[in-house]
């Protein structure tokens, strides 16, 4: 695939649907572009794990590209390409679905921020902050080491699709990465649970630009209609 190819893709995707789970929260209409492999992901789209535990995927912020209604090929991209915006950005994906099932027997169930369905709260996958488009494809690189390293996707076998939920922020002026280093997001695996992108709201101060999500099951799990 051409990056020309790839940016068609990545902008049709844009705006087809909300970027974010039915009955999730906060909602956001604006699509970021997610890509694994070569596989342009549309929001909601199925992913096997396998594809999603390989690496961590590639993602795409093309505020300036977003197709009229009827289109890309009504209204085909500006060329030359936009620049970039110089703004600084910073990133979540969080599953939604992960069973009360999952943790210690002891967790105060009662206080978990809630995800997506009875007895589910939310984890943490991916925490980049000091993140940036690039030219001339808009791929958003970290100028700084992650917050919290990508992991993939891990539903338990046996449970059924979880959610997996990108969120773009603009960072704020003086955003202080240690706050949430303090929690040590990749040592202990159970600090990674109960993540809140509600708080994480709050403390950036605005909704996010953009998001985009995928679905995936355990690669262990049997089909059956
Ligand atoms: C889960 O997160 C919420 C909101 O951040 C917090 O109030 C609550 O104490 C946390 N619960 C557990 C068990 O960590
Ligand atoms: C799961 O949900 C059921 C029904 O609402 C409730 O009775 C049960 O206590 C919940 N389990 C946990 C571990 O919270
Ligand atoms: C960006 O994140 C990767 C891990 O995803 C890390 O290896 C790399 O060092 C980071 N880049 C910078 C400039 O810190
Ligand atoms: C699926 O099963 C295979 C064979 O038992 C195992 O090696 C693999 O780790 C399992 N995958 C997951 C995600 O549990």
Do not use: C
Request: proline share 12%.
């Amino acid at each position: 695939m051409k990056p020309s190819q790839l940016l068609f893709g990545i902008a049709a995707a844009v705006g087809v649907n909300a970027a974010t789970p039915p009955g999730s929260s906060p909602q956001v209409p604006n699509s970021l572009g997610l890509v694994f492999d070569k596989n342009i992901v549309t929001p909601g789209e199925m992913v096997a794990q396998s594809v999603a535990d390989a690496a961590q995927p590639s993602l795409f912020y093309t505020p300036h590209l977003k197709p009229g209604p009827r289109g890309l090929k009504k209204h085909p991209l500006p060329l030359p390409l936009p620049k970039p915006l110089d703004k600084t950005y910073l990133f979540t994906l969080v599953d939604l679905n992960l069973p009360f099932f999952a943790l210690p027997p002891t967790t105060d169930f009662a206080s978990l921020v809630p995800g997506i369905g009875k007895n589910r709260t939310t984890r943490l996958h991916w925490f980049e902050y000091n993140v940036h488009a690039s030219a001339p494809f808009f791929s958003l690189q970290n100028q700084s080491l992650p917050i919290a390293e990508y992991q993939g996707p891990m539903p338990p076998k046996g449970d059924g699709f979880h959610n997996y939920v990108l969120y773009l922020f603009e960072q704020p002026e003086g955003f202080d990465p240690e706050e949430y280093l303090a929690q040590d997001y990749d040592g202990d695996s159970f600090a990674r649970m109960n993540f809140s992108v509600k708080g994480l709201e709050e403390r950036v101060g605005a909704a996010p630009v953009a998001a985009n999500y995928f679905l995936v099951e355990n690669e262990n799990n049997t089909r059956t209609a």
